[in-house]
């Protein structure tokens, strides 16, 4: 039933921004940690950040001070803010949600960013 969907992305220049986005379904997460991932083909999905239940943040030392992850309960959505874009941060963008000992993750979305 946990379904998360997200959206966004796109291709962008250099130091160019992207909001994505993504809507979970299937149960209230507002007590939920959930959290941006990234893929890039060769690569193990890395971890971009997070944001918990109480809205505390953190975030990686690679896109720390350029993306913002937010969320809005009402709307069972959370959002990554990506300033400053680079070249490197080019990849398949998932997002996730804790619940229990399990993770959902949903399909991603792609971010290009040209030089």
């Known amino acids: 039933q946990v379904q998360l969907v997200e959206s966004g992305g796109g291709l962008v220049q250099a130091g160019g921004s992207l909001r994505l986005s993504c809507a979970a379904s299937g149960g209230t997460f507002s007590m939920n940690t959930m959290g941006w991932y990234r893929q890039t083909p060769g690569k193990q999905r890395e971890w971009v950040a997070l944001i918990s239940s109480r809205y505390s943040t953190n975030y990686a030392d690679s896109v720390k001070g350029r993306f913002t992850i937010s969320r809005d309960n009402a709307k069972n959505t959370v959002y990554l803010e990506m300033n400053s874009l680079k070249p490197e941060d080019t990849a398949v963008y998932y997002c996730?949600?804790?619940?229990?000992?399990?993770?959902?993750w949903g399909q991603g979305t792609q971010v290009t960013v040209s030089s």
């Open positions: 996730s949600v804790q619940v229990g000992i399990r993770v959902y």
